[in-house]
């Protein structure tokens, strides 16, 4: 009989008690065996998924977002256990990214039938300890937005939350100094956001940013972009797309780079973000961890 641990995140955007019984009565109808774990705090979703790891769960899923899900997978990083996605945060770009269905009861009966596949993960170090991101970590004013958006909104709002914040930071943008190396390459210049990317998609499966990047490929892509004006934001993310489709190369604004060990050091200190929890400021190193966890995901 297979053992899951259903991990809850209360105060996630998409959070609904009788989904989350839902989910446990269809684990159930497929003769596994359920514990369910709601989580009171930021280091919850990471104890349970150790203890779980522990005690031989062969899945822990996560019923939340993002923040929740990358707390649980830290605890799953070199184990055979597997992680299963029940979206329900404000963005969930990590199920997006690997077509997980957005249905909560659809993503459960993937999780029963479907195969697990490795993917990679980022890690970084900050002063409270070593952390994962599944999709992207930065630095500048992608992590700005990310800490100016109200939880409220977020729940209210789910993804479209974060536009209210956008558009406040929108004309404060400015580029400085940055410095960002890459596999021991620094990359010199003035910039106002930089992005370390383990998937392609920002708003999957709407807009990619790159069009090599892929969650079991072992590298980071890396883009750094210069802003001064909401229209040179509007430019660089017009050229991202072009050069998704066309190729059309770097621009002395907008430079992508690849490579498994990405440094961010800043004239003036910028916040950093992964996976959309700002983490206090730089310098930011990000290391990739090839096919770091097992994921159910469609193949």
């Not at 259903?6 to 446990?24: F, S, Y």
């Not at 983490?279 to 290391?287: H, N």
């Amino acid at each position: 009989m297979a053992r899951v641990l259903l991990i809850g995140n209360p105060v996630a955007a998409r959070h609904d008690p009788e989904v989350a019984e839902t989910v446990i009565r269809i684990f159930r109808a497929a003769g596994w065996q359920v514990d369910f774990g709601t989580t009171a705090g930021p280091l919850d979703a990471r104890r349970f998924a150790a203890a779980a790891v522990a005690d031989g769960v062969d899945v822990v899923a996560v019923f939340g977002g993002d923040g929740t899900t990358m707390q649980a997978a830290a605890a799953l990083v070199g184990t055979d256990t597997v992680l299963g996605l029940v979206p329900g945060g404000t963005g969930n770009l990590l199920a997006g990214n690997l077509r997980v269905p957005t249905s909560p009861v659809q993503a459960a009966e993937l999780i029963i039938r479907g195969q697990p596949r490795r993917i990679d993960l980022g890690r970084i170090e900050r002063g409270d300890g070593i952390h994962y991101f599944g999709v992207a970590c930065g630095a500048g004013a992608d992590a700005r937005i990310m800490g100016g958006t109200v939880v409220e909104e977020k729940r209210r709002l789910g993804i479209g939350g974060y536009f209210g914040s956008l558009f406040r930071e929108l004309p404060l943008i400015r580029s400085s100094g940055f410095r960002v190396t890459v596999d021991g390459r620094p990359l010199d210049r003035e910039a106002s956001v930089c992005m370390v990317l383990n998937c392609g998609e920002i708003i999957p499966p709407f807009v990619r940013a790159v069009r090599e990047a892929a969650p079991d490929d072992g590298v980071f892509d890396v883009l750094v972009l210069a802003a001064d004006s909401p229209w040179q934001v509007l430019r660089g993310v017009t050229r991202a797309l072009a050069n998704v489709l066309l190729e059309t190369g770097p621009t002395p604004y907008l430079l992508h780079a690849r490579g498994t060990v990405v440094t961010i050091e800043t004239e003036y200190p910028e916040p950093v973000q992964y996976d959309g929890d700002v983490a206090g400021l730089t310098p930011l190193t990000a290391v990739m961890e090839p096919g770091a966890i097992r994921v159910v995901a469609p193949l």
